[in-house]
């Protein structure tokens, strides 16, 4: 019921900057929570930025380097990534969080975008 679509990945020299976007649509009006996982080949994939409500968690990895946002209105989120390095090379998923109902039948989804690649060149 909600779908998700990324842009804005690419190739990069390490210490350049891109600008990842997600686009939701459905039934965004339940989401109540947008951020970005990553998964380089043969890892797992993890957590990156999530932002909920008015507060934001990012990895160790990139904090002090990547920004999260989100355009509640236009159901959009970015991920600012600067200062790129080649172990920030991996597929970058957007992912969603919604929910609905009354307290007394309370339902929860999460939900993920194609993938974008990011790949950052030594």
């Known amino acids: 019921q909600v779908q998700l679509v990324e842009s804005g990945g690419g190739l990069v020299q390490a210490g350049g900057s891109l600008r990842l976007s997600c686009a939701a649509s459905g039934r965004t009006r339940s989401i109540n929570a947008m951020g970005w996982y990553r998964q380089a080949p043969g890892k797992q994939r993890d957590l990156v930025a999530l932002i909920k409500s008015g507060t934001t968690n990012l990895a160790d990895s990139v904090k002090g380097r990547f920004t999260i946002s989100r355009n509640i209105a236009e159901s959009t989120v970015y991920l600012q990534m600067n200062s790129l390095k080649p172990e920030d090379t991996a597929i970058y998923y957007c992912?969603?969080?919604?929910?609905?109902?009354?307290?007394?039948?309370?339902?929860?989804?999460?939900?993920w975008g194609q993938g974008t690649q990011v790949t950052v060149s030594s």
């Open positions: 992912y969603a969080a919604a929910a609905w109902g009354p307290v007394e039948r309370h339902y929860e989804a999460d939900y």
